[in-house]
């Protein structure tokens, strides 16, 4: 049957949806309706769901064309990157499927590596420096509370982190945020100071001496430094590095096609996670009753991450075993460890997959000769491992 016309919690579903999809949507609204009642919240429905803007439901495209997806609150719930343990000890970087022309494979797989760097270093900062984000797609069973928390902890990091040098944009109504109308700096993870002060418009940020101020009161806490060993506590350094993951990590959170230089983002600074607990949960709720697929972590590994999304197909395994996905840390006693760290330091050593090939063989030198002083050619060793963890502590990547 055609997609009919449908609304849920208030906001209408434009294109419609399926009947199949009608009846979900129905029970969950039920459900929230109930706890909703309970809350004594005193406005209404809509906007104790927190719901800024109608529902993408019906339109070509995937789940979508048969009315069986809806995506809730487009604006702030952005597709982002992934990152997928395995059993073998690899690791994936997944996100949107590119359509169209797609950025080459290597440049691709690279920035969405260093998107989930900033994830490491927002909550390593606001925690301690062996913190890492857990990002990773769902694990045999995890309930969806459990991934919800995982990801929303990394949202957090992220919007109070980049919030020290820029100022937010979630309006306190509830309708959506403005976009970032601008591609993203060049080479925004190496830029200097000066060019990311030109490419970043001063509206986006804080006055200057009101960042600078922000970040002065962490770290001139002593327990900044006790809680994070060999970061540095310079105001310029953070001034500098948060404004490189600012733009590094939207570079994902595109409106349109996977592009390496969106022409429009999202704000990083909002986080990516806008949605409200009891909403995903009744959307994506848990065996025995009828599960949906969140997309932020049942499309697998390689194309997990779509956060607004919803729909009625089966879950695809992560690959992870385990009540949830392992953290991923960087072992550069593994292959897959001195591939992840280059790859973490800038230099393509590849996939993450552990084994070992030309490129990570080219990374590996190209490393070894950016070393200052120069490190001597050679292959992985125990200088090699040393002068990784000295850099990785040095560009405050967690480990």
């Not at 952005?78 to 949107?96: D, H, K, M, N, W």
């Not at 459990?146 to 919030?163: D, I, K, M, P, T």
């Not at 953070?238 to 592009?259: A, K, L």
Request: some cysteine; glycine content about 10%; charged content about 15%.
């Amino acid at each position: 049957m055609a997609p009919t016309a449908h609304t849920f919690l208030g906001k209408n579903c434009d294109g419609g949806v399926s009947p199949a999809m009608a009846l979900r949507l129905g029970a969950a609204e039920a459900g929230l309706t109930a706890l909703y009642g309970l809350s004594g919240f005193p406005g209404t429905l809509t906007e104790w769901a927190g719901l800024r803007q109608n529902h993408g439901a019906a339109h070509p495209g995937g789940q979508h064309t048969a009315g069986d997806a809806i995506d809730v609150d487009y604006e702030t719930n952005p597709y982002i990157v992934v990152r997928t343990p395995t059993p073998a000890g690899a690791v994936l970087f997944g996100g949107e499927a590119p359509s169209g022309p797609a950025p080459p494979a290597a440049a691709l797989r690279l920035a969405r590596l260093r998107a989930t760097v900033v994830f490491d270093r927002a909550v390593a900062f606001l925690t301690q420096s062996s913190s890492v984000a857990s990002v990773g797609a769902r694990a045999p069973g995890e309930p969806t509370t459990s991934v919800f928390q995982r990801f929303g902890v990394a949202s957090n990091a992220v919007s109070r982190y980049l919030q020290l040098v820029f100022s937010p944009t979630m309006p306190a109504t509830l309708t959506p945020p403005p976009r970032l109308g601008r591609p993203p700096v060049a080479d925004a993870a190496r830029a200097s100071q000066a060019a990311l002060l030109a490419g970043i418009p001063a509206a986006e940020r804080w006055p200057d001496p009101v960042a600078r101020a922000n970040l002065a009161a962490v770290l001139t806490d002593p327990a900044f430094a006790a809680a994070h060993p060999g970061w540095s506590t310079d105001v310029e350094f953070w001034f500098t590095q948060i404004m490189r993951d600012y733009e590094v990590v939207r570079v994902p959170m595109q409106f349109g096609p996977v592009s390496l230089a969106p022409a429009i983002t999202r704000n990083p600074a909002n986080g990516f996670l806008d949605l409200r607990h009891e909403l995903v949960v009744a959307l994506a709720a848990d065996p025995p009753l009828p599960v949906m697929r969140w997309g932020v972590c049942d499309f697998g590994p390689a194309e997990s991450g779509d956060v607004m999304h919803f729909d009625l197909a089966a879950r695809l395994p992560s690959g992870s075993t385990g009540p949830e996905p392992p953290d991923v840390r960087i072992d550069v006693a593994t292959t897959a460890g001195i591939q992840q760290a280059l790859g973490s330091l800038g230099f393509d050593a590849g996939a993450v997959d552990g084994i070992p090939g030309d490129r990570t063989a080219a990374a590996v030198d190209a490393f070894r000769a950016d070393h200052t002083p120069p490190l001597p050619a050679g292959g992985v060793d125990e200088q090699l491992c040393e002068a990784i963890l000295a850099a990785l502590t040095e560009a405050a990547v967690p480990f």
